[in-house]
């Protein structure tokens, strides 16, 4: 099985709080996972790699951790620009599956 | 800059063909495996279909599997995927997406629509 789950499906926060997502693969992934932003009308764009690596150029607020089957992106303190669909990948072995996302908002 | 740019979406028949394209530019091609991801509207993110550098080695989402064919030709800098049998639920926006160090996703395109409706 290469089921993704991610949790919570969405979130409300507001500027400055720190704002937690998780992410659990159905087998071991090792640290084979990625974490992507999608604004809306945009297309998405890799923030974290290997579980923990902050892609070039990513705010330090974002930060990942995990591995095997559980992990998690954490952004340190919102912001508005923040405001986006958060997606987890796989991407040990194919099939490269996608995280359902979690959507993150302001209260 | 590292650019990807996609063409070949349309409107189609259900069992209809079609073959998408991404022009990439700014880096060494052959280098860097390359996937299609594709988006339904108001959907999240599916992973379809993704191929090595040399092109020796190509993987497909279950969904796709004998239907889509993923190819290359690092001559000319230009990812293909071909989709038969088309399927309402085939119906997304079709990105491609450069590999990073292994199977991570840094660069994507801004897709190109597929429609299929009867």
């Known amino acids: 099985d290469n089921q993704m789950t991610q949790s919570p499906s969405s979130l409300s926060a507001s500027v400055g709080d720190r704002v937690t997502i998780t992410c659990r693969a159905s087998?071991?992934?090792?640290?084979?996972l990625a974490w992507y932003q999608q604004k809306p009308g945009k297309v998405p764009n890799l923030l974290i790699y290997a579980a923990s690596t902050l892609q070039s150029g990513v705010p330090s607020r974002f930060s990942g951790s995990g591995s095997g089957t559980d992990f998690t992106l954490t952004i340190s303190s919102l912001q508005p620009e923040d405001v986006a669909t958060y997606y987890c990948?796989?991407?040990?072995?194919?099939?490269?599956?996608f995280g359902p996302g979690t959507k993150v908002d302001f209260k | 800059e590292v650019q990807l740019l996609e063409s070949g979406g349309g409107l189609l028949q259900p069992g209809g063909s079609l073959r998408l394209s991404c022009a990439a530019s700014g880096f060494t091609f052959s280098s860097y495996a390359m996937s299609w991801v594709r988006q339904a509207p108001g959907k999240g993110l599916e992973w379809v279909s993704g191929i090595s550098g040399t092109g020796s080695s190509t993987y497909y989402a279950d969904s796709v599997k004998g239907r889509f064919t993923i190819s290359r030709d690092n001559s000319k800098n230009t990812l293909h995927l071909q989709m038969n049998s088309l399927r309402d639920e085939d119906t997304a926006v079709y990105h491609c997406?450069?590999?990073?160090?292994?199977?991570?996703?840094?660069?994507w395109g801004q897709g190109t629509p597929v429609t299929v409706s009867s």
């Open positions: 990948q796989k991407y040990n072995s194919a099939p490269l599956t």
């Open positions: 997406a450069k590999g990073g160090g292994w199977w991570e996703l840094p660069v």
């Open positions: 087998q071991d992934i090792r640290n084979y």
